[in-house]
């Protein structure tokens, strides 16, 4: 697994742990992050550091950029899954596609899944995973 070379299906005991994720992040109360000191850089919940993990080093690390077969033609990757109800039918890989783009914002920019968390994006991106994974 690489970026040139990324997995091709999910397998599902890596879809698996990322749900664990989704009952983390659903519990009252959770906070994702807050900005200590000055606030320049936020300090993510440990679940951030799972999902990061989960999204590089397990089989839902995909090419973030390319098209897949089922988008909509002519339409930029990045455009795409804009709100949290574009979720609702996404297909796994542009889920996929999904959480990996949050992890490469982020890099570029601190803070970018916080922001996906509170748009509602990256629980509704999730739910839709569990959904997918339910009917399998």
Same mark, same amino acid.
Request: glycine share 6%.
């Given at each position: 697994?690489? !970026?040139?070379?990324?997995?091709?299906?999910?397998?599902?005991? +890596?879809?698996?742990?990322? $749900?664990?994720?989704?009952?983390? #992040? =659903?519990?009252?109360?959770?906070?994702?992050?807050?900005?200590?000191?000055?606030?320049?850089?936020?300090?993510?919940?440990?679940?951030?550091?799972?999902?990061?993990?989960?999204?590089?080093?397990?089989?839902?690390?995909?090419?973030? !950029?390319?098209?897949?077969?089922?988008?909509?033609?002519?339409? +930029?990757?990045?455009?795409? $899954?804009?709100?949290?109800?574009? #979720? =609702?039918?996404?297909?796994?890989?542009?889920?996929?596609?999904?959480?990996?783009?949050?992890?490469?914002?982020?890099?570029?920019?601190?803070?970018?899944?916080?922001?996906?968390?509170?748009?509602?994006?990256?629980?509704?991106?999730?739910?839709?995973?569990?959904?997918?994974?339910?009917?399998?």
């Amino acid at each position: 697994m690489s !970026y040139d070379n990324p997995e091709k299906n999910w397998i599902l005991s +890596d879809m698996d742990k990322m $749900l664990d994720l989704l009952t983390i #992040m =659903e519990a009252g109360g959770f906070q994702i992050a807050t900005w200590p000191g000055s606030g320049v850089y936020p300090d993510y919940h440990p679940v951030v550091n799972e999902f990061m993990d989960l999204g590089y080093n397990t089989s839902c690390f995909t090419q973030p !950029y390319e098209p897949l077969p089922e988008d909509p033609a002519g339409i +930029d990757p990045m455009q795409l $899954l804009k709100t949290a109800s574009d #979720m =609702e039918n996404a297909s796994i890989n542009q889920i996929r596609r999904f959480f990996i783009q949050c992890l490469r914002a982020e890099k570029f920019c601190d803070g970018a899944i916080e922001g996906r968390f509170k748009d509602g994006r990256l629980l509704a991106a999730l739910r839709r995973v569990k959904q997918i994974r339910e009917s399998m």
